[in-house]
């Protein structure tokens, strides 16, 4: 398995620029998160989706951000307007009946580094 | 606010030597989870304790968990260079199905 693909790894843009960050999930998870990671406030939940359904989104931080997933194997985190502030690793991870109450294992993909400046 | 809460926030060690981290958080959970992560890759997995089990081992991970007093630790015997990373406990409050990280230990072992 080719486990969960994010692109792109890395991205430098403009403050007021809209970012996209794409994930594929493993292929026969039914639940896909996307944390964010700074050195600041460490590792948070964004949004986190079931069956392609959002169920909890209260880590976005603000209307700038927007997630979708259109099918099981394809998610966008959008930001619009990007500002310096939202300068961090951006991880979507998924697993298979979710990790908290079934208590099964989240996989990560390698991270997508976000600079804006 | 975050769940847990690692502590220490840094540890250096020799290699050879034991490296115990520990991990408070405030609310009931389902389970408590730890997980690796080197620089520049993401998270992986790598012990998961329920809330009715104290003891876990896998091979040279040790893991406890203290309801009552809501807090876990993690135990590496034997440590290898390759065994530096930063190192993460994660909880699954009841009721969810997410996982809420802590800020992390950064372990550094010197050869």
């Known amino acids: 398995d080719a486990g969960v693909i994010q692109s792109p790894r890395h991205e430098v843009t403009e403050m007021g620029q809209e970012v996209t960050l794409r994930c594929k999930p493993i292929s026969g998870h039914d639940y896909l998160f996307w944390y964010r990671q700074t050195m600041m406030r460490g590792l948070e939940l964004l949004i986190y989706?079931?069956?392609?359904?959002?169920?909890?989104d209260s880590g976005m931080p603000e209307d700038r951000f927007s997630a979708k997933m259109p099918n099981a194997s394809f998610s966008t985190l959008k930001i619009q307007p990007s500002e310096p502030r939202d300068s961090a690793v951006y991880f979507c991870?998924?697993?298979?009946?979710?990790?908290?109450?079934?208590?099964?294992?989240?996989?990560f993909g390698e991270g997508s580094w976000l600079t804006v400046v | 606010s975050q769940q847990g809460e690692e502590d220490p926030q840094a540890l250096s060690i020799q290699e050879g030597e034991n490296a115990t981290m520990n991990c408070s958080y405030k609310?009931?959970?389902?389970?408590l989870q730890w997980y690796r992560q080197n620089s520049g890759r993401g998270l992986v997995h790598l012990i998961l304790?329920?809330?009715?089990?104290r003891e876990k081992h896998s091979g040279r991970l040790r893991v406890t968990l203290d309801t009552s007093k809501k807090s876990s630790s993690l135990l590496i015997t034997a440590s290898r260079a390759a065994d530096t990373a930063s190192y993460f406990c994660?909880?699954?409050?009841?009721?969810?199905?997410?996982?809420?990280f802590g800020q992390g230990t950064r372990l550094t072992i010197n050869p």
């Open positions: 304790i329920r809330s009715n089990e």
């Open positions: 609310t009931s959970i389902n389970n």
């Open positions: 994660a909880t699954a409050l009841r009721g969810a199905q997410k996982l809420v």
């Open positions: 989706f079931n069956n392609n359904v959002p169920i909890d």
């Open positions: 991870a998924s697993s298979y009946r979710g990790s908290g109450i079934s208590g099964n294992t989240i996989y």
